[in-house]
């Protein structure tokens, strides 16, 4: 049984390939091959395909010309104009000027002079090539400074009162008064009748050699002002050396 189902298989197989050569031709037995004319005949409406991905066409760019006509007028008398003619035409461009800034400047003073040294001073000033204004010395009045006074010390001595005080808690400050040495200022006072009167306070306090001392009397000074000068100005100023009496310039507050 077997092998006769072999045999029919090998029969088929045999005759399946007679049939798709075309040996059994002569038979009727044929197949139909599609060739490429019978596949257009096959189609309907081939006309009415369309590719919907199909790329774009690009449109060639406009020629210089073009661009160049529909430029500006002085524009396109611009691009053709030779390059001589452009070059004179770019060197007669007016040139904006440059202002530069004025420098930066500052207000200083100096005080403490005398009526002596600010004559002095002024004459000096008065040689400088300032413009108006840029100077000014100005006349102060000061009133006496008196102070609760001791002294006269020496180091020893200076060190063994600065304890004392301490452990009594009194204030003080080192001064040197005029005609009477270095001491110990308790108190400083516009008045000698405000000075006394701190003197009896203190003396409740245990202070006995302590006494009223004019430290400043009365007087006239005067207070150099540079109101809005530059640093080479204030330069100059510092430059006077002697005429300015040892004095030293600050900044205006």
Do not use: H
Not at 129 to 152: A, C, I
Not at 193 to 213: H, I, N, P
């Amino acid at each position: 049984m077997l092998r006769v189902v072999i045999w029919l298989l090998v029969l088929a197989n045999a005759g399946y390939f007679a049939w798709t050569q075309g040996y059994l031709g002569a038979l009727g037995l044929k197949p139909v091959v599609q060739s490429e004319p019978e596949r257009l005949q096959s189609q309907i409406r081939p006309e009415g395909l369309r590719l919907l991905n199909a790329p774009q066409p690009v449109s060639a760019p406009a020629p210089a010309t073009t661009a160049a006509s529909s430029a500006a007028p002085e524009t396109a008398a611009a691009l053709s104009a030779p390059p001589e003619a452009t070059a004179v035409a770019v060197a007669d461009t007016p040139e904006v000027p440059v202002v530069a800034e004025p420098p930066a400047s500052a207000c200083w003073l100096a005080s403490g002079f005398s009526p002596d040294q600010a004559d002095v001073l002024r004459s000096a000033l008065q040689q400088l090539d300032f413009p108006g204004g840029s100077w000014q010395l100005n006349e102060v009045r000061s009133g006496g400074r008196w102070v609760v006074y001791m002294g006269r010390y020496n180091d020893e001595q200076m060190a063994r009162k600065k304890t004392e005080l301490r452990d009594i808690k009194i204030e003080f400050r080192e001064v040197s008064v005029p005609a009477l040495g270095r001491g110990l200022a308790l108190g400083t006072f516009s008045s000698e009748a405000s000075a006394e009167q701190a003197l009896q306070d203190l003396s409740k306090k245990g202070v006995r050699t302590a006494r009223v001392a004019l430290e400043r009397p009365e007087g006239t000074g005067f207070v150099l002002r540079l109101p809005a000068v530059t640093a080479a100005q204030r330069a100059q100023v510092v430059g006077l050396g002697a005429a300015l009496a040892g004095k030293t310039l600050q900044t205006c507050e």
